[in-house]
């Protein structure tokens, strides 16, 4: 299908005026071969007669904020299985600006997630509502060096914090998982959905906001900035890993009653949003964004799993609300090229339904992946427990093709055409990003018009491919 030309005509004499000489840059990756700079591509004046895949227009959309994934337990336990010239390589090649995948905003937990070393909160000391025993001792052998490794090589790395579940004495089955499994020990009957897990009393809702302050100072202390927090990692999973449930009543009780304002008052510096929403009913997020009490402290909302279906609703209702993709879907520890294609194809859904931001989950990993709760997840490096060796998986390239060339403060550009595989921006500098995936078995020629010109190449089957454009 050719491109509508007598409906672009407003858009192909914009492009038309931008005839001056192109500079492309072309990097490819496969599964055989990976980052390779391509030269084997012709540019040519932009004709209007011309038949073209695609066409970069100049349409601006969303802002992007960046990319980035998340640090955990194990993730540092993996990197210290390597020696320290290859550790720094793997956080060179995930933070660094300039060479590696280069990282500008990252996800921290609050206390125990599902790649953790086992369950455990900053205060497990029961009722101790003045949170006299609050500590983040346990941070100190993992997270926190972890974060401080990524901070070394990146220091203008950004960062924001999440819990997967309060301190168990705050809930209201008093045990860290919603559901039974793996040995956990939890004693049932299983949390079912829209079910409050925390208790919803004065003094549990207040001892859990000053919670979250603490827990700010407390890494503000140690030199570590954290500049948003969501409430919740999931409100709507029932697992055996670390979680809570909360109703849209529930949240709205603690974040515009408690957490806005406490957070207000510590650390106003400090952004909250409305996340980590794990929901496909739209109705169930608007409940709490539309309510006065908490619109007035939320500054975006996060989605992720079922979330990406109710982005582009959620973009249409509030144009200008900051939107981020908390966690990609994360696989089985396959670590192929069809897990990366999927991933791309969960980036392309977030991206075009309206996100700024884009988070991975588990940046490294041993061997499989597999979770303190058994549960195999892909990563980015691989770390070979057996020998020390690294591998950096499909997804890893995938991630640097993106976040490598797209900066922060770069927009969204509206692509026109019948090629759904391609994601354009305008960087700062004014330079253009084209991402195109070809997810076919075999090579296929595209033509992409911009600036002026058509950009003709040949993508390999399976390619990962970036275009950088001056």
Not at 153 to 173: D, F, G, H, I, S
Not at 425 to 431: K, L, Q, T
Request: proline residues 5%.
């Amino acid at each position: 299908m050719s491109i509508n030309r007598l409906f672009l005509a407003p858009l192909i004499a914009c492009v038309a005026l931008h005839a001056a000489a192109l500079d492309v840059q072309w990097t490819s990756s496969t599964d055989q071969a990976r980052w390779i700079t391509r030269t084997d591509l012709t540019v040519t004046p932009f004709d209007q007669d011309e038949v073209n895949d695609v066409m970069i227009t100049h349409y601006k959309e969303q802002q992007m904020l960046g990319f980035g994934g998340c640090f955990g337990e194990l993730g540092w336990d993996a990197l210290q299985l390597l020696d320290a010239s290859t550790r720094h390589e793997v956080l060179h090649q995930l933070f660094d600006l300039d060479d590696g995948v280069g990282f500008t905003f990252c996800r921290t937990p609050i206390g125990a997630n599902d790649f953790a070393r086992d369950y455990y909160s900053l205060n497990d000391h029961k009722d101790d509502f003045k949170m006299r025993h609050f500590s983040i001792e346990r941070d100190k052998t993992g997270l926190i060096p972890y974060i401080r490794a990524a901070l070394q090589v990146n220091p203008k790395l950004r960062l924001w914090a999440c819990p997967w579940t309060p301190p168990t004495w705050m809930k209201v089955n008093g045990h860290y998982a919603t559901k039974a499994g793996q040995d956990n020990g939890y004693p049932g009957p299983d949390m079912v959905h829209g079910q409050d897990q925390f208790i919803l009393k004065d003094k549990y809702l207040k001892a859990y906001a000053n919670y979250f302050s603490k827990y700010l100072t407390a890494y503000k202390n140690e030199g570590i900035n954290i500049s948003m927090i969501m409430f919740q990692n999931e409100p709507y999973t029932i697992n055996i890993w670390p979680n809570c449930s909360w109703s849209p009543q529930g949240t709205k009780l603690f974040l515009g009653k408690y957490l806005g304002p406490k957070l207000r008052q510590d650390h106003p510096d400090v952004q909250m949003w409305y996340g980590t929403m794990n929901t496909n009913n739209l109705d169930e997020v608007l409940q709490v964004v539309d309510d006065p009490d908490v619109a007035r402290y939320i500054t975006g909302t996060g989605f992720q799993w079922e979330g990406k279906d109710i982005v582009k609703p959620m973009r249409r209702k509030y144009p200008l609300m900051p939107l981020m993709c908390t966690e990609n879907e994360c696989g089985s520890g396959t670590n192929d090229w069809a897990a990366a294609e999927h991933t791309f194809d969960m980036v392309k859904a977030y991206v075009n339904g309206g996100v700024n931001t884009y988070m991975y989950f588990n940046m490294v990993l041993k061997d499989k992946g597999t979770s303190s709760w058994g549960w195999d997840q892909n990563t980015l490096v691989v770390v070979n427990s057996a020998d020390g060796t690294v591998t950096y998986t499909p997804e890893f390239y995938l991630m640097k093709h993106l976040s490598h060339y797209v900066k922060p403060q770069a927009v969204k550009l509206k692509t026109m055409g019948n090629d759904e595989s391609m994601l354009a921006f305008r960087n700062p500098d004014g330079g253009i990003v084209v991402f195109v995936a070809n997810k076919q078995s075999h090579a296929r020629k595209m033509k992409i018009a911009a600036e002026g010109h058509v950009i003709h190449a040949q993508l390999e089957a399976h390619s990962f491919n970036t275009f950088t454009i001056k």
